[in-house]
């Protein structure tokens, strides 16, 4: 069984930096794309970065500029470095990994680190 394990959460106050990682464990081949989502209370989950295996990355519009997902393939680890948070961007933020496996590709999702961002 593979698991996604984020970490990094925390209370920053506006303006501050916060850093999240996205360990993947388990018996696997090999993790083709991934990404960070967020929701906020009230809200829909939403996109927040993805990267693919190669390094190809999108962000959503209200996160370019401040926030830089990369990975390290060979730890099998993703991170997400947020600078200039804002309080808007007051969430649980998630990881996601497409996961290749004996049995093809499975979707995962970690379990969850709050961000609070304070005005």
């Known amino acids: 069984q593979v698991q996604l394990v984020e970490s990094g959460g925390g209370l920053v106050q506006a303006g501050g930096s916060l850093r999240l990682s996205c360990a993947a464990s388990?018996?696997?081949?090999?993790?083709?794309?991934m990404g960070w989502y967020r929701q906020a209370p009230g809200k829909q989950r939403e996109v927040v970065a993805t990267?693919?295996?190669?390094?190809?990355?999108n962000y959503a519009d209200s996160v370019k500029g401040r926030f830089t997902i990369s990975r390290e393939n060979a730890k099998n680890t993703m991170y997400l470095q947020m600078n200039t948070l804002k309080p808007e961007d007051t969430a649980v933020y998630y990881c996601?990994?497409?996961?290749?496996?004996?049995?093809?590709?499975?979707?995962?999702w970690g379990q969850g680190t709050l961000v609070t961002v304070s005005s």
């Open positions: 996601n990994a497409q996961v290749r496996g004996a049995g093809g590709y499975v979707e995962r």
């Open positions: 990267i693919a295996r190669a390094g190809r990355t």
């Open positions: 388990g018996i696997f081949f090999s993790i083709d794309d």
